[in-house]
């Protein structure tokens, strides 16, 4: 085993044993494996009052619901990645980087021959690699749960757009898995290690959106990105600024894209670029930590 593979195999092992990651994992989890049914519980209320509508002689439309398609029902998982998801990445990392700090060792570690750029640049890639085996099994489970809930096998093509949606999830993720690692190493205590990338991923998710146009507060929990801001006044100086480094709306934009969302419109290309500079230039960031900077105590 060489030293890279090493130090990935013990970030995998020290970060499935922690607590905090396991319950956050587990709620992940089970929300990705419920939001299947949640859709269905949805669609078999309103086709009730479809029903009922009919038989008083109402309406004479068709049930809204006959022509959907399978991939309805993941779209909720679009919002649980976004919350729950980037939450898990940012204690992870955070996780990851204090753990050495409180152990010291990267004492240890950098007296050898080893660099800094090699020793976090192979923490990353264990985290990362979590994170990918996380969301295939996420994926899988997902895939399973919509095949329970329609009564069929999911069809190719739509298993390829839930799979396609999860390896979105890992580029979005990724820099928040960075900004995590980036937090333990340069807070000056556990605490605001962990409150520090919170209130930026708060502030990414939320107050962003809200700068760039003039949705509704409670439109950002929809898995389709608001409305564009208005053609002219605040909304309109400021979203050309805001829009690139609303990390979570490009997410949702794309991840409606590939699920097929009738809502959405426009094209992937710009918002999968931003997320992969986030990406770069979170990773970057890590691995040029200087030496002096890991050996750094902490004062809890």
Partial sequence: MTRWSAVM???LLCTTRERLPQLLLAVFVGMIAASAFIGSSAR??????YQEALRQGLTTVSNPFDALSPLYYARNTVIYIVLIGALLAIVVGVNSTLRDRQARTADLILSRDVGPAFY???KLAGLALFVLLLLALSALLNIGCISVV????LAGGDSARIAGLYALAWLFMLPFVALGMAAG?????STSALLTPIVIWSVVIFILPLLGTAA???SLLNPVSPPPAPQGGFFAATSSLVDPLSLGEQFKHVGALILADPQATG?????ILTMAA???AGCAAVVMTRRTRMRRLLHD
């Fill in 9 to 11: 195999v013990h970030e």
């Fill in 44 to 49: 078999a209320s309103v086709t009730g009052v």
């Fill in 120 to 122: 976090l640049g192979s």
């Fill in 278 to 280: 986030f990406a770069v």
């Fill in 185 to 189: 190493l340069h807070a000056a205590s």
């Fill in 267 to 271: 094209t992937m290309a710009g918002g």
């Fill in 216 to 218: 509704h507060p409670v």
């Fill in 150 to 153: 329609t009564g069929q096998v």
